[in-house]
């Protein structure tokens, strides 16, 4: 899949320049290395969350298994034990998941490999390269610079070779994994005096690249290192409008559940469709008032509604209308082709629970940013249907608004400033983090 070609979005005007500035970045003559994260950085995957890897295997469970849990409730199960028992002090792996799991399920020695090897592949395979880390990794190279790339993750060394050469980033000169380095979960940043030592440079001629704003920008820069954030997609896309927090209000309770699988994937495309290259919120669109974007989430996800019928005769006219718009009309055929690309038919097998809920945002909430790129195709009926000024949705509370610090956490980001060794270790403790 990974040699495949998957659809692009042009970037925008404002995308354009941050892809310069970046790139010139990069580029600078004071760099002799540059490190860069492995996930959400460089390397991608077609979810909105990592537990939907898990329903590919469902089928190779069962056939090992008779049990009432399916695979997806005990490997997720499985993983939240590993990180409770070895997170703390030391590393979560897949080895030791899948010890837990093995004794969770039941299953022998030799189904354990078999589903172990087959979780390997299946991260390989649905890994791809994300454009805009490629481009910088890139630039690095041909700067001459030493590549240092460090991957947090539960997977074997082999599986992160296999799946960074894929993906186009051969050429690292390092490959740090902090397990092996006796680095534990809860060190927070200590990867990154790893990555001093390995480049046999000082600090200051180190540019480290992440998306993390404590452990990839500040914490770099404590230790005298440059810093360069490339913000992960799916933030991005949740920030830039009020759908996702629509979409989650409707369903709060059961957004998890198999039958929203296509609904969720969408969301994951959409991300990395229109986020790529990082762009922010638009004033009065949920679209970043672009056109593509708006037939790639709300026309595309039909797709996997069977027999789909518009509910309203107003969503009859608002359809046909995005349907004389051409660039929406290509953000559809995009939406569709990366599909295919990453998923082929499995997905459609859920059904499309859900999938009608963009189209219904963009009928009863839509911004004047979003409507002005339908209006012109509109009949007269269908303007009069649709002059009322919008509504505000329901958004489910976490996109409400921004979330506000205690005092007692102020009072602690002045005693243990993020990037500290202390910090760090007080994070470690109260906090985990799921990682791939």
Request: net charge neutral.
């Amino acid at each position: 899949m990974n040699d495949d070609i998957s659809p692009i979005k042009p970037d925008s005007d404002a995308q354009a320049e941050l892809m310069v500035k970046m790139l010139h970045e990069v580029a600078r003559n004071d760099h002799k290395a540059t490190s860069f994260k492995m996930w959400d950085t460089l390397v991608l995957t077609p979810f909105s969350q990592p537990e939907d890897l898990f329903l590919f295997m469902e089928d190779d469970f069962a056939l090992l298994n008779t049990g009432n849990k399916t695979f997806t409730q005990l490997r997720t199960e499985a993983q939240k034990a590993a990180e409770k028992k070895y997170g703390l002090k030391g590393n979560v792996t897949l080895e030791k998941i899948y010890d837990i799991f093995t004794k969770m399920s039941g299953i022998t020695p030799t189904g354990r490999e078999k589903l172990f090897n087959r979780e390997c592949d299946l991260i390989h395979h649905f890994a791809f390269a994300r454009n805009t880390g490629k481009l910088l990794f890139d630039k690095a190279k041909d700067c001459k610079n030493k590549i240092i790339v460090t991957s947090e993750s539960i997977y074997p060394r082999d599986v992160i070779v296999k799946i960074l050469c894929d993906c186009g980033y051969g050429a690292y000169d390092a490959l740090i994994i902090p397990a092996e380095q006796n680095i534990p979960d809860s060190a927070g940043t200590a990867f990154l005096d790893v990555v001093v030592k390995k480049s046999g440079l000082e600090a200051s001629n180190i540019l480290h690249i992440g998306g993390d704003f404590s452990s990839d920008v500040e914490a770099p820069i404590v230790r005298g290192m440059r810093a360069l954030m490339l913000q992960p997609v799916m933030p991005l896309m949740i920030k830039s409008g009020r759908l996702r927090g629509f979409i989650e209000d409707k369903h709060l309770y059961d957004i998890d559940e198999p039958k929203f699988t296509a609904l969720r994937c969408a969301l994951a495309l959409y991300a990395v469709y229109g986020f790529d290259t990082p762009q922010n919120k638009k004033p009065k669109s949920d679209f970043c008032g672009e056109c593509r974007m708006l037939g790639f989430m709300v026309l595309g996800p039909l797709m996997f509604i069977k027999d789909f019928s518009p509910e309203t005769d107003l969503q009859r006219e608002l359809i046909a209308a995005m349907e004389k718009n051409n660039e929406i009309s290509e953000g559809r055929r995009d939406f569709e082709q990366m599909v295919y690309h990453h998923f082929g038919d499995f997905i459609g097998k859920y059904g499309g629970e859900g999938c009608q809920l963009p189209l219904e945002f963009i009928e009863k909430f839509s911004y004047i940013g979003d409507r002005e790129l339908i209006k012109p195709a509109l009949s007269e009926i269908g303007l009069k249907k649709w002059g009322k000024p919008a509504n505000e949705p329901k958004l489910a509370p976490v996109h409400t608004k921004a979330v506000k610090k205690s005092p007692l956490q102020k009072l602690a980001d002045k005693l243990f400033p993020e990037g500290t060794r202390v910090r760090e270790m007080s994070e470690g403790i109260l906090t985990g983090k799921k990682k791939k």
